[in-house]
């Protein structure tokens, strides 16, 4: 029996997961589009995989957002 090469899906999805964290600490959304241009044609990932990535991505972008409106100095 062959084994596959391919690392097992858990590993790709906490990858990804990963990789979220890094994007975040960019600050750039074109990062974030890419993520979820990559995300959205992995076929190793399931359908659920890529929503609950492509959600979390999501949710952590707009928290951020929000952090850094909420602590912004005020315009003068």
Same mark, same amino acid.
């Given at each position: 029996?062959? #084994?596959?090469?391919?690392?097992? $899906?858990?590993? !790709?999805?906490?990858?990804? +997961? $990963?990789? !979220?964290? $890094?994007? +975040? %600490?960019? %600050?750039?959304? /074109?990062?974030?589009? *890419?993520?979820?241009? +990559? @995300?959205? =044609?992995? /076929? *190793? &990932?399931? =359908?659920?995989? *890529?929503?609950?990535? &492509? /959600?979390?991505?999501? *949710? %952590?972008?707009?928290? %951020?957002?929000? @952090?850094? @409106? =909420? @602590? =912004?100095?005020? +315009? #003068?």
């Amino acid at each position: 029996m062959e #084994r596959s090469s391919q690392p097992p $899906t858990d590993a !790709i999805f906490e990858f990804y +997961l $990963t990789v !979220i964290d $890094t994007v +975040l %600490k960019s %600050k750039n959304q /074109g990062f974030m589009s *890419k993520f979820n241009q +990559l @995300v959205y =044609a992995d /076929g *190793k &990932l399931s =359908a659920d995989e *890529k929503f609950c990535l &492509l /959600g979390e991505m999501q *949710k %952590k972008w707009h928290q %951020k957002c929000q @952090v850094e @409106v =909420a @602590v =912004a100095p005020p +315009l #003068r």
